[in-house]
Every structure is written in structure tokens, then in C-alpha cells.
């Protein structure tokens, strides 16, 4: 079993700034990339930012300048500091991992979500 938690959403006003973290746990034998992805209300989800076993990082162009993601491989975590928010980073922000389990599978795997609002 693997799991990927997210913590950190919150309410912000705009410019303000918040700090996401995504926790791998269970049955890992390496973790490949990791990424950050949104859903808005009636919207597809899209990427927002991604993360190789390399410390390669790939933008979207609505945040690059604004968002940073990064990874700490010990604690198998990856994060993503918001800063500048505005309203329209409003969304569900959903953590992925592309892993490989004891027994040897590669999968792509999500956490449950965490919302993030921009809001005056």
C-alpha cells in the first residue's frame, strides 16, 4: 500500500503566500518524479509544477516566477511554496508520484487533495 498526504491549503488573501507538502509512505522502493497539479470548479486538471529524482523542475507558465517546487528524497515529501497568490490560483491541489513498490510495479499514484483559495 502506498499513501500520498497533503497538508497546507488553506485560505490566503492575494499576495500572500502558502507552502504545500505531499508525504509518501508504505510500500516505496523508489520514487521517480513528483509533481503538483489543480482542479477548479468545472475546470480539467492541469499541471502546475513537477519535480524529478534530479532536482529537474518543469513550470506552468501561469506560475512560473510565483511557485517553487522542491523535494526532500530521505522523507520521500515533496513541496510546493506558493507565494504571490492570486485569485486565480484557487483550486484543489493534488500531490502525484510516479513510484516504483516492493513488488517491483511502476505506478503513478495521488493524494486526496487539499484546497487552496485566494480570497479577499
Known amino acids: 500500500q502506498v499513501q500520498l498526504v497533503e497538508s497546507g491549503g488553506g485560505l490566503v488573501q492575494p499576495g500572500g503566500s502558502l507552502r504545500l507538502s505531499c508525504a509518501a509512505s508504505?510500500?516505496?522502493?523508489?520514487?521517480?518524479?513528483m509533481g503538483w497539479y489543480r482542479q477548479a470548479p468545472g475546470k480539467q486538471r492541469d499541471l502546475v509544477a513537477s519535480?524529478?529524482?534530479?532536482?529537474?523542475?518543469n513550470y506552468a507558465d501561469s506560475v512560473k516566477g510565483r511557485f517553487t517546487i522542491s523535494r526532500d528524497n530521505a522523507r520521500n515529501t515533496v513541496y510546493l511554496q506558493m507565494n504571490s497568490l492570486k485569485v486565480e490560483d484557487t483550486a484543489v491541489y493534488y500531490c502525484?508520484?510516479?513510484?516504483?513498490?516492493?513488488?517491483?510495479?511502476?505506478?503513478?499514484?495521488w493524494g486526496q487533495g487539499t484546497q487552496v483559495t485566494g480570497s479577499s
Open positions: 502525484n508520484a510516479d513510484l516504483q513498490n516492493l513488488r517491483g510495479l511502476r505506478s503513478n499514484y
Open positions: 519535480i524529478t529524482s534530479t532536482d529537474k523542475t
Open positions: 508504505g510500500s516505496i522502493f523508489r520514487i521517480y518524479d
